[in-house]
């Protein structure tokens, strides 16, 4: 059970709570007791899950509520009141980092927490806000990791220091945080060695980082995927090394999120970010309403809509002009739909709340993992069979296998991507008006799922959204600013 799937639980209890006839003690027992079992199969401590059950019978006192009350309503806002509380630690980061001034913050955690892809999120994160960050790998234990952390910084555009002959990490440390602090960089990250379990060696070489590099901010990465027994890895690093922070990763498709979110904040520690896949702009700052409103789809969280096209025209400064929904002739070629998927990826979360995928437009069924998946098997074609109209080179048998071997999938699931490239080519063909290869507020606000456009405030809203964010005519401009 991945997060959406416990939030469609509780959610689910929620509505069919609302929609019993009469709201008595038994309509109410049931709705929680389906939620805590789905919070128990999300591995939240059982502790936890007893609290909040209790203090929802406690707040929702049937004998005590005056007539005329809507049960309802307070049945549903003391179901969500909880489950922010259960998320929040009630502690803010001791350090924030201020652009212009230099701060340097050390990234701890176990091996295979995914610690170096998050220090190159973390980067990327700062770079799209205005800061100068910088990486250092300060990590000599694990084979590859300074290559790792050189691919992701490249990438990223980001300036990185390491070392393959200097097999000291404080020496490295040290002497990337004096050279970054030289260049003026006002954000320098440090990416430490992990173990595969807590010991000794591995706390005290922390503790020698930290002394050499003096940090600012301690974040420690953990893997979402431990469930409650985050609650003790957290504390183990906690008692060894200062501990400012939290960044939970892998949360885009492990049962036990919830579990460690919740016993994160059991452990009073705040988590700054959480990590919801491989990719550098899957990355969410993390706060627990605007969380739990997404997790049970109770309405748009707009500061994390804005923020998130905000970091979507950053993350495409490399772009020279925004990306075309139809080419030059008029047709939806392979190269459109892998720009418009490109796109949506790096929309990040809000590429995924706008368009009606499983249903029409930008967007294959399945979801983003098979858009990258089709992407792949496209960075296999040829120039010309991206550009082909309507795809016709790729209507050969032996192009098809060329492409399902380059990219490492079968031949069947290369002629899905071209079924559903079809279908999208179809889509957009009738979509767009002749003659326009953009898209404007009304062809927008059609593709908007009803309950999201609404809770904009209807066209008029949306299109005062799309003028804060640049053009007021056209939203793909938004991304040539």
């Known amino acids: 059970m991945v997060l959406a799937q416990l939030g469609g639980r509780i959610s689910g209890a929620i509505r069919q709570m609302s929609n019993a006839t009469v709201i008595d003690k038994k309509v109410l027992n049931d709705c929680l007791n389906e939620i805590t079992h789905a919070l128990l199969q999300a591995d939240v401590q059982f502790s936890i899950v007893s609290d909040l059950h209790t ?21 549903s806002k003391a179901i969500f009141n909880e489950l922010c509380r259960i998320l929040n630690p009630g502690k803010k980061p001791p350090f924030t980092p201020k652009r212009g001034k230099t701060s340097v913050v050390m990234f701890v955690g176990l091996q295979g927490s995914g610690k ?3 220090c190159a999120k973390y980067a990327h994160f700062h770079r799209s806000k205005g800061w100068k960050p910088a990486l250092v790998c300060a990590d000599t234990f694990r084979a590859g990791a300074f290559d790792q952390l050189k691919q992701n910084a490249v990438k990223a555009k980001i300036p990185f220091y390491g070392s393959y002959t200097e097999s000291d990490p404080v020496a490295i440390a040290s002497q990337g945080v004096e050279r970054f602090k030289k260049e003026n960089s006002d954000l320098i990250i440090v990416d430490t060695s992990g173990r595969h379990r807590q010991e000794a060696a591995l706390f005290e070489e922390m503790r020698q980082l930290a002394e050499a590099t003096k940090p600012d901010l301690v974040v420690f990465v953990m893997d979402g995927s431990i469930g409650q027994a985050a609650f003790d890895q957290a504390e183990a690093f906690k008692q060894s090394i200062d501990v400012g922070a939290v960044i939970v990763t892998k949360l885009d ?10 016993a994160v904040a059991a452990t ?3 988590v700054l970010f959480i990590g919801t896949g491989e990719h550098v702009h899957e990355f969410q700052v993390f706060d627990a309403e605007p969380f739990v409103k997404r997790l049970l789809g109770m309405g748009a969280d707009l500061s994390g809509f804005m923020d998130n096209i905000h970091q979507a025209v950053s993350s495409m400064d490399q772009v020279q002009k925004p990306p075309e929904l139809l080419s030059e002739n008029g047709n939806f070629t392979l190269r459109n739909m892998y720009e418009q998927f490109q796109l949506m990826l790096n929309m990040g979360p809000i590429g995924h709340a706008i368009p009606r995928f499983d249903q029409e437009l930008m967007m294959p069924k399945g979801g983003s993992g098979k858009m990258k998946r089709y992407m792949i ?7 010309k ?3 082909s109209p309507n795809g016709s080179l790729m209507n050969n048998e032996s192009r098809i296998l060329r492409v399902a071997k380059g990219s490492g999938h079968s031949i069947e699931a290369v002629k899905e991507m071209l079924e559903a490239y079809k279908r999208l080519s179809k889509i957009w063909s009738k979509t767009l008006k002749k003659g326009s290869k953009k898209m404007n507020v009304e062809q927008m606000s059609k593709v908007i799922p009803d309950e999201m456009l609404k809770q904009i405030g209807g066209k008029g809203a949306l299109e005062s959204l799309i003028k804060k964010i640049g053009s007021g005519k056209d939203i793909m401009a938004a991304f040539n600013k």
């Open 55 to 75: 203090n929802i019978k406690r707040i929702v006192d049937f004998d005590s509520l005056a007539a005329g009350h809507d049960k309802r309503k307070i049945i």
């Open 385 to 387: 069979e991206l550009d």
């Open 268 to 270: 009073k520690s705040p």
């Open 377 to 383: 098997m496209m960075d296999s074609m040829t120039k």
């Open 253 to 262: 498709g492990h049962a036990k999120g919830g579990g460690a979110l919740s």
């Open 116 to 118: 170096t892809t998050t």
